[in-house]
Nanobody
């Protein structure tokens, strides 16, 4: 009853830019934190950036100064602007949202998208 859909992945050369977008829809009462994670082949999934409902962002050190996270509470969307991309940013990027859903089995739960591939070539 809650869907999370990412878009905007693709292939770029090092130094390029991409913007990832994520839409959360369904039986939503409120969305708490929203975030972006990534998982490279053979690696564990890691948090890239998240943002509170009030708009306070947190970014991992390796992307500070290059990535920006933003959200639109009215549209239930979160975006990740990625600049100066590096080959080590190559991964599948996942959107996650902590959602308050009044008609779901768990009133508050984390929901994940299917992921979108980002490939950065040197």
């Amino acid at each position: 009853q809650v869907q999370v859909v990412e878009s905007g992945g693709g292939s770029v050369q090092a130094g390029g830019s991409l913007t990832l977008s994520c839409l959360v829809s369904g039986s939503i009462f409120s969305i708490n934190a929203m975030g972006w994670y990534r998982q490279a082949p053979g690696q564990q999934r890691e948090l890239v950036a998240d943002i509170t409902r009030g708009g306070r962002p947190t970014l991992r050190d390796s992307v500070k100064g290059r990535f920006t996270i933003s959200r639109d509470n009215a549209k239930n969307t979160v975006a990740l602007q990625m600049n100066n991309l590096k080959p080590e940013d190559t991964a599948v990027y996942y959107c996650a949202a902590n959602v308050w859903c009044t008609t779901c089995p768990r009133e508050v739960d984390d929901y994940w998208g299917q992921g979108t591939q980002v490939t950065v070539s040197s």
